[in-house]
């Protein structure tokens, strides 16, 4: 496969693509460059026009984290979980944890949720119990929350 750059692609057909992208769902920066790089193979209108969409307001990487902030907290995932997602999407450090900082979230009362669903009520009656549990909830990003605080407060309410 060659890196060729095809001349019959335009800005404008660039620019409907990431706009299509767009209108399905928020994506941050580099995300929109490299799917439209699949689309259209390495091509140097790509950069300038998702830039021309950004300062159009039409791409917005905060607006990308504030919606994948909610959209993952609303799946039972946590703040270590979704900070960690959100580099691997390359949006900044300032930017993730602006929102995380920001998020009208109650990560406690996530946590609980989280266990109540996969575990039930009834706390664990095993050494090895507990550590599934403890795996489980780190794995989903709720590394600041030890057990032991989750289950004295759900056993006191």
């Given at each position: 496969?060659?890196?060729?750059?095809?001349?019959?692609?335009?800005?404008?057909?660039?620019?409907?693509?990431?706009?299509?992208?767009?209108?399905?769902?928020?994506?941050?920066?580099?995300?929109?460059?490299?799917?439209?790089?699949?689309?259209?193979?390495?091509?140097?209108?790509?950069?300038?026009?998702?830039?021309?969409?950004?300062?159009?307001g039409l791409q917005n990487d905060?607006?990308?984290?504030?919606?994948?902030?909610?959209?993952?907290?609303?799946?039972?995932?946590?703040?270590?979980?979704?900070?960690?997602?959100?580099?691997?999407?390359?949006?900044?450090?300032?930017?993730?944890?602006?929102?995380?900082?920001?998020?009208?979230?109650?990560?406690?009362?996530?946590?609980?949720?989280?266990?109540?669903?996969?575990?039930?009520?009834?706390?664990?009656?095993?050494?090895?119990?507990?550590?599934?549990?403890?795996?489980?909830?780190?794995?989903?990003?709720?590394?600041?929350?030890?057990?032991?605080?989750?289950?004295?407060?759900?056993?006191?309410?």
């Open positions: 496969m060659t890196d060729t750059v095809d001349t019959t692609i335009t800005g404008t057909d660039i620019r409907r693509s990431a706009m299509d992208l767009l209108a399905r769902r928020e994506h941050g920066f580099q995300e929109l460059c490299d799917k439209l790089v699949r689309r259209f193979g390495p091509n140097p209108l790509i950069r300038g026009e998702v830039e021309r969409l950004r300062e159009e905060v607006r990308f984290a504030e919606a994948y902030l909610h959209s993952r907290a609303q799946r039972l995932y946590g703040p270590m979980r979704i900070r960690l997602e959100l580099r691997e999407r390359r949006i900044a450090e300032e930017i993730i944890e602006n929102a995380l900082a920001h998020a009208e979230v109650d990560w406690s009362k996530l946590v609980y949720e989280l266990i109540w669903r996969k575990f039930g009520r009834k706390p664990p009656e095993t050494i090895v119990e507990r550590a599934k549990r403890q795996r489980f909830v780190a794995y989903r990003g709720f590394n600041q929350f030890r057990l032991d605080d989750i289950e004295s407060d759900s056993l006191a309410s």
